[in-house]
């Protein structure tokens, strides 16, 4: 028995990535609360699916903006000093929301700056913080295991995070929120300050910002797996993704519920995503990753369908459960494929496309959903969503059915690291 837990938690023999799993692991609670709350507190005061859609994009769209600059920071400069400013600025952000609600002052323009400002600060912190964790771990034979275990916390936070923010959100208010998640940035700076790490090395090739980002694009082009998976994502993101964008909707309007409603919704896709990275995890070694992803994004597509149509709060969270299940199956494989296939020398800046993906077309895919969803109503628009990613799945089926051997296997799935997810 002490075998098998030693094999399962070896990662935290590392007094580096112990201190980095707790401070990140409260961290990410925090983060989730924080979102779940500015949503409710928008979609309260506008009753508006286009304000939830502005939301996500102006929490969003920046870091797609300055993912670049980020990926370069990373690669150039230490990552700790990095993280310490990061964490740093979010937890001022945080501050501010909570004096914003308050002093019951607020506006809706005053959250979204202060959501621009995060976005920004994301941009700098997620290509920093993904790598980081392979500079944590001494021994490399634990590294698999550290990045499963961090992939696993982070889900669990999804989890855990707006379950809390609802409750908190109805018997406390928002404001403690925002406090509680400053409170959580406060754990991670402190781990950082107690890590015990070796003296930075500064790289000593420095070539000019421009000419990194075009060695970056041209290293993107000259790598079909890279190139085809941020195209999934691309797609995904803008136009499938943004599903949760409209949660606040269904829980308010459709499930006649409350904040509280509207965490356990997105607490339900948070359960389906930790099942889904201990499926990932579990896989046989040999398994078709890329068969694996074009089941989930069907299985998505359907499920989200479903979705549309229930207006049983129980048997709606089922499907809720299974989407957030074939969503972390699906992102998940696209990114392990892409760190995977990146040379340590492009892994920064690889991971800012897949930032780029991400949070330049899903802000813009949850604008787009906001509008749709203002003339179509929030059941509709969540059907067409699901009937996208099943257009999506046919699309790319002869590039995620071959048979030709990848680099991508379960052997190496535990490589993928966290997503600023979130």
Partial sequence: ???????????????????????????????WMQRTS????????????????????ASQFPSFLFSLLGGIASDRYNRYKILFITQSAAMVQAVLLAILIFTNHYAVW??????VIL?????FDTPARQPLVHEMVGDKADLPNALALTSS???????IGPALSGIVLVKFGAGICFLLN?????????????????????????????????????????????????????????????YNTLFPVFAKVVFKGDAATFGYISS???????????????????????VIMLINTIILGICLVFFSYIVSFPLAMVFATVTGFATVCLTTICITTIQVESGPHMRGRMISYV????????????????????????????????ILAVIIAAIFFKFLSKDKPNKTTTGQLEEVEELVTE
């Fill in 1 to 31: 028995m002490a075998i098998k837990k030693t094999n399962t938690f070896r990662a935290f023999r590392n007094r580096n990535y112990t201190l980095y799993f707790a401070g990140q692991g409260f961290s990410q609670i925090g983060t």
């Fill in 38 to 57: 500015v949503s409710w507190v928008v979609y309260t005061i506008t009753h508006s699916t286009l304000m939830l859609g502005l939301t996500v994009f």
């Fill in 110 to 115: 005053e959250i979204l700056a202060l959501s």
């Fill in 119 to 123: 976005g920004i600060i994301n941009a």
């Fill in 153 to 159: 916390m982070n889900n669990l936070a999804r989890l």
């Fill in 182 to 242: 400053a409170a959580s940035f406060v754990t991670m700076i402190i781990a950082l300050a107690l890590m015990k790490v070796p003296p930075y090395k500064p790289s000593p090739l420095k070539t000019k910002v421009k000419a990194e980002l075009v060695e970056g694009f041209t290293y993107l082009k000259s790598t079909p797996p890279i190139r085809m998976m941020i195209l999934v994502l691309i797609l995904v993101s803008f136009l499938v993704l943004p």
């Fill in 268 to 290: 339900f896709v948070g359960l389906g995503a930790l099942a889904g990275t201990f499926y990932l995890a579990s896989l046989k070694p040999g398994t078709d990753l890329k």
């Fill in 355 to 386: 930032a780029m993906a991400y949070f330049g077309m899903l802000p813009v895919g949850s604008l787009l959903i906001g509008v749709i969803s203002k003339h179509v109503g929030a059941p509709a628009t969540i059907l067409w969503q699901g």
